[in-house]
């Protein structure tokens, strides 16, 4: 019960600091004593794992765990916003992108016939291309391969060009990189994510503190296994986790943090999370007493905790505030944009 207090406190406290932050130094007397409450609630919770020795996986979620919410938000809107622009702007010049379009086309008999024509019209290329990727995000079907691609020469002209910017959360760079280490093989990291892997993947690789992609060993979305509130997807996700990780090991422990407390519920359900935390950062969604009452998982703000470490709760709030500054910013710039113009 207290654990829950504990967290529904923290929550508070964190919307306060963002829409306060000049009020920071006046709430020392209660973040302080508060951020060691909390990082006691995590401290028990990881040393209750049964098997200390044996591997763990760090199973963590892009939004609002790893990433801010207001960052995740802004790159797939710019996504959205620019797939075709890039398109148009990179046929029939960028091999690569030719490339792709000739692997749509191979399940796509229209496409096909319009690449194979004596003379190829760029337009219905394009718009045949296009409704196809349309389709392909409508569709509750795993991503093909091509499309991952697509997402990740788009994602990678806006973060060159920097238009783009992934600025995670430092705690969790730092310990990503320590856990992901290619040194050891006692803790590895995974990513599971609502948005696709390959948006994850470029968040990770664009890093503002550096690529951070080289240090995760698997990824997970919604399309690849399942939807991240039901039960069976955690299985899926345990028994995937195990097979790769066989070579090294029988027995890996799974530690998982998520900002949905509907994924922390169905992954405690489905006893695939030997601990469970749930993330409460800056702009996450709230949540009630009530409903941290139900998680059983304690809450945890910053990654050092697991080690038993400090937060600071305003410097939390400055990360996630320069994340929400720069998407106002991106979307204040696209108004004053000529129609169809690419930001």
Not at 92 to 117: F, V, Y
Request: hydrophobic share 40%; with cysteine; proline share 5%.
């Amino acid at each position: 019960m207290k654990q829950a207090v504990v967290g529904y406190k923290v929550q508070n406290l964190l919307n306060f600091l963002v829409e306060n932050p000049q009020l920071k130094d006046e709430v020392i007397g209660i973040s302080e004593p508060l951020a060691a409450t909390q990082t006691e609630f995590v401290m028990r919770r990881r040393r209750s794992l049964q098997d200390e020795d044996a591997i763990t996986v760090y199973l963590l979620g892009m939004e609002g765990t790893v990433a801010p919410l207001p960052l995740v938000s802004q790159v797939l809107q710019w996504q959205a916003e620019n797939i075709k622009a890039f398109v148009h702007s990179h046929f029939p010049g960028d091999a690569d992108l030719c490339g792709i379009i000739g692997r749509a086309s191979q399940c796509l008999p229209p496409l096909r016939k319009a690449l194979n024509a004596t003379q190829v019209d760029k337009d219905e290329v394009l718009s045949l291309f296009i409704d196809h990727i349309d389709a392909l995000e409508s569709a509750k079907v795993p991503y093909p391969s091509y499309y991952s691609e697509l997402l990740e020469m788009v994602l990678e002209d806006g973060f060159t060009s920097e238009v783009l910017h992934s600025k995670l959360f430092q705690d969790a760079a730092i310990s990503i990189k320590e856990w992901g280490s290619p040194r050891q093989q006692q803790t590895f990291v995974a990513i599971c994510s609502i948005c696709p892997t390959a948006t994850a993947r470029m968040l990770l690789r664009y890093c503002s503190y550096d690529d951070l992609s080289p240090y995760v060993f698997d990824y997970f979305d919604q399309r690849s296994v399942g939807s991240m509130i039901e039960p069976h997807t955690y299985l899926t996700i345990r028994r995937r986790l195990e097979k790769s990780l066989s070579r090294i090991s029988s027995e890996i422990n799974v530690v998982f943090i998520t900002d949905s407390s509907n994924g922390a519920v169905a992954a405690n359900a489905s006893g695939a999370a030997d601990a469970t935390f749930f993330s409460v950062r800056p702009f996450n969604k709230p949540v009630t007493l009530d409903t941290l009452f139900v998680l059983d998982a304690a809450t945890i703000s910053s990654f050092h905790q697991l080690r038993g470490g400090g937060v600071s709760y305003p410097l939390l709030c400055a990360e996630a505030r320069e994340c929400n500054s720069r998407r106002a910013a991106s979307n204040e710039k696209r108004k004053t944009l000529p129609q169809g113009a690419v930001v």
